[in-house]
């Protein structure tokens, strides 16, 4: 089972069906379609009607099955049904961003990478570790700073951290872990 949630095309997917969408729905969803379909070939065999039907409710269902299937085409056209294991390659997929590149390199292959959702861009900037106004910029920004070591745990840290404590508004400060060394960029409320 875990070997399975590390294949390169489960996460790539997953994670597609993971933007805008809680982790408790997109499991499930990925689980139902995965058992309809595991790689690409297979993928096209199916239609985007059945696709939604095994998504849903992740947001963005029907828009979600389109991109899937032209991913799974890109696949097979450009890459031999496998999965690209560099950033710049996976960028080439339609409906592909730099986050889903990221986590794809670093779950899927192992690869160092920076997964940088709104969490890690929002608490990066709040710590003051970076002064950016996009992800893409809180990318290359970590990449010079942050030791390499780091780079793979960082999301998973900060996006606890993010849900958990350090909301986007008003943050829970009172039991923040590091609010003695936080200077709290751009807060104006907190509870």
């Not at 809680?22 to 065999?45: C, H, I, N, Q, Y």
């Not at 339609?94 to 920076?114: C, D, E, Q, S, Y």
């Not at 710590?127 to 793979?152: D, F, H, K, N, S």
């Not at 606890?160 to 404590?165: A, D, R, T, Y």
Request: hydrophobic fraction near 40%; proline fraction near 6%.
């Amino acid at each position: 089972m875990a070997d399975r949630r590390r294949d390169p095309f489960r996460v790539l997917i997953a994670c597609l069906l993971s933007l805008r969408t809680k982790d408790e729905t997109t499991g499930p969803a990925s689980e139902r379609l995965f058992a309809l379909a595991d790689t690409p070939a297979v993928m096209l065999r199916l239609s985007a009607s059945r696709i939604e039907r095994a998504i849903f409710p992740v947001g963005f269902y029907r828009t979600k099955a389109r991109v899937i299937l032209g991913v799974c085409r890109d696949l097979l056209e450009h890459f031999g049904s496998r999965v690209p294991d560099t950033i710049d390659e996976l960028l080439t997929l339609k409906g592909v961003g730099r986050k889903t590149a990221n986590l794809v390199v670093t779950v899927g292959f192992g690869k160092p990478g920076i997964c940088v959702d709104i969490h890690v861009h929002r608490i990066s900037n709040r710590l003051g570790y970076v002064r950016t106004r996009a992800p893409e910029e809180t990318e290359v920004a970590l990449r010079a700073r942050l030791p390499r070591r780091y780079w793979i745990g960082y999301n998973d840290l900060l996006v606890s951290f993010g849900q958990n404590v350090c909301a986007p508004v008003s943050p829970k400060c009172s039991i923040c872990p590091v609010r003695g060394l936080c200077p709290r960029v751009g807060v104006t409320r907190s509870r």
